[in-house]
């Protein structure tokens, strides 16, 4: 899987649920159940509680237990990263993600905030991804 260059099909697992993960936050809270997994057809505990974002940690192929981590803005010479990403597009085997990063205000549950810093990566070199509770991210 991670020396496949072919960027024009995509057809492995982590595709398979980011596009799931995609079509759930484009569309937020469908009436469905599922188990509680990373393709689950709603996003939060219930559709009751809204939620717009299914946050994702993902590993490379290469980089073992360690997750791949990215500047939480757009500056060269940034050094705060995050490895809390939001799916923002799919485009192949090509994912768009928006870097998340913890949110300090202590007024709110919510645990993440969205920055405009974004990365984009090539599914063929992804070999984990873990998925996040749902949660609202502020400035979508």
């Given at each position: 899987?991670?020396?496949?260059?072919?960027?024009?099909?995509?057809?492995?697992?982590?595709?398979?649920i980011?596009?799931?993960?995609?079509?759930?936050?484009?569309?937020?809270?469908?009436?469905?159940?599922?188990?509680?997994?990373?393709?689950?057809?709603?996003?939060?505990?219930?559709?009751?509680?809204?939620?717009?974002?299914?946050?994702?940690?993902?590993?490379?192929?290469?980089?073992?237990?360690?997750?791949?981590?990215?500047p939480?803005?757009?500056?060269?010479?940034?050094t705060?990263?995050?490895s809390?990403?939001?799916?923002?597009?799919?485009?192949?085997?090509?994912?768009?993600?928006?870097?998340?990063?913890?949110?300090?205000?202590?007024?709110?549950?919510?645990?993440?905030?969205?920055?405009?810093?974004?990365?984009?990566?090539?599914?063929?070199?992804?070999?984990?991804?873990?998925?996040?509770?749902?949660?609202?991210?502020?400035?979508?």
């Open positions: 899987m991670c020396n496949n260059i072919d960027n024009t099909s995509c057809e492995n697992c982590i595709a398979d980011l596009k799931v993960i995609l079509l759930l936050q484009q569309s937020v809270c469908p009436n469905d159940s599922c188990l509680e997994t990373c393709d689950k057809g709603f996003l939060g505990q219930s559709c009751t509680f809204f939620c717009n974002t299914r946050p994702i940690v993902l590993y490379t192929c290469g980089g073992g237990n360690t997750p791949v981590t990215m939480i803005s757009k500056s060269p010479t940034e705060v990263t995050s809390v990403f939001r799916l923002e597009k799919l485009d192949g085997c090509c994912a768009t993600c928006r870097v998340l990063t913890p949110n300090t205000d202590p007024t709110t549950t919510f645990p993440f905030m969205a920055t405009n810093s974004f990365f984009t990566i090539n599914l063929n070199c992804v070999c984990s991804l873990r998925c996040l509770d749902d949660t609202f991210v502020e400035c979508i």
